[in-house]
């Protein structure tokens, strides 16, 4: 026990000096006694969002859980009003509930490493679980459970430093939002894994059903995209023949930089983001994820009742990230829209008016810019990214 | 899509006859278009509960998340009265809610494939999971989430069968259970992996804090010991090195009535025994999973307000397979208790004069005994076996 006390000490003293992770030192492994060489991210060979099984392939083993609920099981009845059975294809569940018109919306993710500092990987891990409940519209989460493997390959001293400072960041990021992490399930896998479950329960007027897009409405973005691309870019510095295809667009100052605002976006929560919607009248959302800009927006898309496609102009990228991704050819995709983000923003239908207004407030709150990327046009319930999209470069924040 | 459905629609042939799985012909690769050799269980090098983070490890990593919990933040009050906040160290967790007096209670687990048949894999990964809310005395699960790996070692085609199998048999038992699968996660990964999230959101009455156990009590079980002996067993089949370490003491026929006797156990629910404890005011109750029946009767005895002890006289064993764990020496620890369980059954602390009416309940209800196999004595909360259990051999129902 007082081992894993001075652990936690020691995660302490990395973060004093301010709790802003921009302030963060790197991690450094002999600090805790560990080999120089010990990276995180090396216990799984997926990374992040990009261990999903692909989004065609999930479709069709789904529908297996699809079949025999019959239209009358879409929608349960309280007090008169049909209260839609929200499931599978969308951010969360949401469950009408035998008490008093309440709902319970329920969401679940795991992935792999996707950066080395252990502490970090448990504030995103913990983030990235939250923001699909911040895509709805709830900004309270009244439970979180824990997901989490041990690498086998893992050596018990690597276990005993690593594990308690995913556990903290996680719990911390917990406490941020405002929530508690109350159990969990730990098992030994061949590669680290690492997830919660986030529950809440709350009356239907505090989520937001992502359906009510309309013909004029704006599409906001609250977090630059290409975490990916910087967190790939980072761990080819120890790699030289891949550091080569990309060293005549960037250096490594600029991946360093890069992999730091990365880390900071995905493990800065969407709370504030999903309080706003309410006071701008948010007509839906998703969280951008392992399905790329793209994927989620045409998920979104097709969700909706009206007749509207989402058509999308603007890719905030971070620094550098989208000229890292071209020299590395069609390996990201990141402004086909396709790269996988990890704990990424939300993007929001929200009315033309009210959108500047939104982006605003977020960065007054926050400090974090917010960008309008496109525009709701009539259409078939289909997103698209227009060609030659406009780049804008996000740099890391001083 | 069409070939997703054809899968399941011979999944349905399978089990024409009756629901019952004991009537189930064993799972035939070939039917399925696989190769005879296939087989489930070798997607993990570990199996089932086995793949647990040791007890004493996983008690040292989570002192990270008890940390920083005041004890004011132990209890909530509502309405004046405290709400207890249950959590890591039990089997559910339980969380006082804004609305109306309500908790949230709740569970998650995942774990490897312990047999061969994907449809009964699902069966048994879900009846596991709300096992944990039964343990708790609930008996309605609002909603399940599913979490699965699909192993990369997998071809297309093993994927495109076994993950519809494996989906339609979690749905089907949570289905049987009244609830329904809404949503999830999936993702690849080196071993298959397959478990859920069950909530309830409940009255406090509708729950049992396992803490109230008195001197006189008696301990009941419902589920006979020994399924991971009998899964185990039933693999050697196939190895002639480990088959001979047991071929004195057993016969494959034995064997092959053992394993049909655990997956039929392992996918029952526990909720008629859940339904019960409230019929019969039982004191508290835990479910025997990964950490033996002595390693959860220590864990509940622990949790006691009372200064009692348990002790254990008698050890239900599927038929034959305690005759096999003693001729595999220490391996399973079977009569000692450390045996790892999947899905097993709940063990109760009942007042005296209810136990025999309780069983006799069950049996009448499910078709299958229950067993009073303890006592709780005055004590310092610990758990014991006797010398020399009793052990009863539990043969395959016919």
Redesign the interface.
Known sequence: ?S???D??NSAHLELHGGGDAELRRPFDPTAHDLDASFRLTRFA??KGRG???PQE??T??????Q???SAQ?QETQFMNVAIP????G?D??V?P????G?C?V??????YPIVDDPYMMGKIACANVLSDLYAMGVTDC??M???LA?S?KMTEKE??VV??LI??GF?DSA?DAGT????????????C?I?G?A?T?CQPNEYIVPDNAVVGDVLVLTKPLGTQVAVNAHQWIDQPERWNRIKLVVSEEDVRKAYHRAMNSMSRLNRTAARLMHKYNAHGATDITGFGLLGHAQTLANHQKKDVSFVIHNLPVIAKMAAVAKACGNMFQLLQGHSAETSGGLLICLPREQAAAYCKDIEKQEGYQAWIIGIVEKGNKTARIIDKPRVIEVPAKD
Chains 1, 2 share one sequence.
């Open positions: 026990m081992y894993a006390a652990v936690l060979d997926l261990c999903k099984v392939v999930l069709k083993l789904v529908s297996a859980l079949q025999d609920y099981d059975r929200i499931g599978i969308l969360c569940s469950i509930l035998r008490h008093g309440l319970l329920q969401t679940t993710d795991f992935f009244d439970n459970l824990m997901l041990v086998t276990r005993d594990i308690p556990m903290r719990k406490l508690t992490v109350t159990g969990g399930q730990s098992v030994v896998n061949p590669w894994t997830g479950v529950s329960i």
